[in-house]
């Protein structure tokens, strides 16, 4: 036997020990919040041809941690992993670059293999047993929206996802206890209509309220109208309805802006004027003035 042999072998197995060690390491710094030293680490490994190490680097490009957003650079370090069977990968790539039969054909054959690695990639088990999966996403930083998508999905009946409210309640629930305002509202407006979840009027409110403190136009509409109405177990306030319509009008909400004439007619000159003087308060993408909270009361 050749002597280079062996040591031909025992160079392979060190270069593989250290892109292991290099990519336990990006791990244990992304974990920490330490994205430059991520990024290093997982380059060492991933020019060593991890894979799994590809897959991050150009996750961290994708998303610009660590390293500026440079989705060329995404798409180079993906395509590599995806060269080597990642379908976290080349799933990712599917949002980047067209496909042709060939690469279609060849994307629907590949198998997930069984990792343990960490890897940039939100899973979700679904209550049929499948798990979803979105590349390059983190359950920190994507979790609620990806949740609320989730729920939306169900609600309206998206391919692969037959229409179901209760499951679209259960994940609008799981994006609005991290206190998603898209998912408050959503959610909000389930219990009003007791739509997959039993009607709970106090409930409704809570969230629209909860989500219009954020800023959410919706539910500061929604909010308003129960205030000109006096519905919801709110005492009649046109001054209230005339602030928050008017505030997710400004924002561009269409359904406020319909209203938002309507309800101002109903409004005696004085309220106009008081109306008036407490909306200077929240000028558009300011946060909810004190006031507002005062004249509301606490929240149910």
Partial sequence: MSPSIPVALAVLILSSTTALSGFDDGVSDYRSGNYSA????????????????????????????????????????????????????????????????????????MKMKPTTKFRLTFVAQLSDGRLHRRPCSTDASDGAAIEFNLGQMYETGTPGFPQDDRQAAEWYRRAAERNYPDAQTMLGFMYARGHGVEKDEIKAVRLFRQAAEQGNSNAQHSLGIMYATGSFGYKKDLILAYVLVGHAAADGNKFATDDFQRVRALLSPDQLTEGHRLAQKWPKDLQWPPELTERMGPSP
Avoid: I
């Fill in 38 to 109: 991520a990024f290093k680490e997982w380059s060492d490994a991933a020019e060593q041809g991890d894979v799994d190490a590809q897959y991050n680097l150009g996750c961290l490009y994708l998303r610009g941690e660590g390293v500026a957003k440079n989705r060329a650079m995404a798409d180079e370090w993906l395509q590599r992993a995806a060269d080597q069977g990642d379908v976290d990968a080349a799933t990712s790539l599917l949002f980047s670059k067209p496909m042709t039969e060939e690469g279609r054909k060849k994307f629907f054959a």
